[in-house]
């Protein structure tokens, strides 16, 4: 199957993932998000037992796509209750994927881009990486990867993210237990190779009914939660204060707040 953000590719039973927009820090959007999901098909149906997802070039996933958020501001309450059911469906296919799967985070992880870097089995990161949840600085609410963040990380951690907006380096990202593991540029794919390498020496039986079982332990919970996540998600897109941030964004200037 051909893909036109990513590449997916396996080597023996290890299967790679890359985002490849590097011109856009690999920014997600509508394509990015139907090329990931059908990734993950295929990697599910393959004969690979582990998944490693990585980016190219400077950033791993920089958030969400310009141009994409321009056309964000003028969509319908309709649209975007979809587009924010679009993007639940595939942090949560990713989130209960039956394969072990390692992010090795080549960059900077912003926003949604940071969901999909921690919401991985175990995170890699170099050391110049950067995470964080940016979406209040815009105006707009991290509610989708706030359902996960809250079952990964303190609660006092994670508001300190989801309401500052503030971005964290690798070293504070494994403090506060967000990734598993700080690793040099030069390594970093040794490194999840090696640690791919290893979970396929594991019982592959015990390796897939232990990630079926933690899943299983909050799987309803997830679910209604991200249902009110994705109504939050698509309510805030028609508040003046969305529609002041995106443009403040992408005129490059400082937002004036009408807390509306």
């Not at 023996?12 to 011109?23: K, Q, R």
């Not at 995470?131 to 209040?136: A, N």
Request: aromatic share 4%; hydrophobic share 45%.
């Amino acid at each position: 199957m051909g893909f036109q953000t990513l590449t997916c590719q396996q080597d023996g039973e290890i299967a790679i993932i890359a985002l490849t927009v590097p011109e856009k820090r690999n920014a997600i959007s509508a394509r990015m998000i139907s090329d990931l999901l059908n990734a993950l098909d295929q990697v599910e149906s393959s004969s690979a037992r582990v998944l490693i997802i990585t980016g190219s070039g400077k950033a791993f996933c920089a958030g969400m796509d310009l141009d994409e958020l321009r056309q964000i501001a003028q969509q319908t309450l309709q649209k975007n209750l979809e587009d924010a059911r679009r993007i639940s469906k595939t942090l949560y296919r990713l989130y209960s994927f039956p394969k072990p799967v390692i992010a090795a985070v080549n960059g900077a992880a912003i926003a949604g881009g940071c969901g999909i870097a921690t919401l991985c089995d175990l995170t890699l990161a170099v050391p110049e990486a950067k995470f964080g949840y940016s979406e209040v600085k815009l105006g707009f609410m991290p509610a989708l990867v706030a359902v996960f963040l809250l079952r990964q990380i303190a609660e006092k951690h994670a508001r300190d993210l989801l309401l500052t907006g503030r971005l964290i380096d690798a070293a504070e990202a494994l403090r506060i237990g967000l990734i598993s593991e700080v690793v040099p540029a030069e390594t970093l794919m040794d490194r999840a190779r090696a640690l791919a390498s290893s979970l396929v020496a594991a019982s592959p039986t015990a390796v897939m009914r232990t990630k079926k079982f933690i899943l299983g332990l909050e799987h309803n919970a997830v679910r209604a939660d991200l249902e009110a996540a994705i109504e939050a998600n698509a309510d805030i897109r028609s508040t003046p204060d969305f529609h002041e941030g995106v443009s403040a964004f992408l005129e490059k200037r400082p937002p004036k707040w009408g807390g509306g």
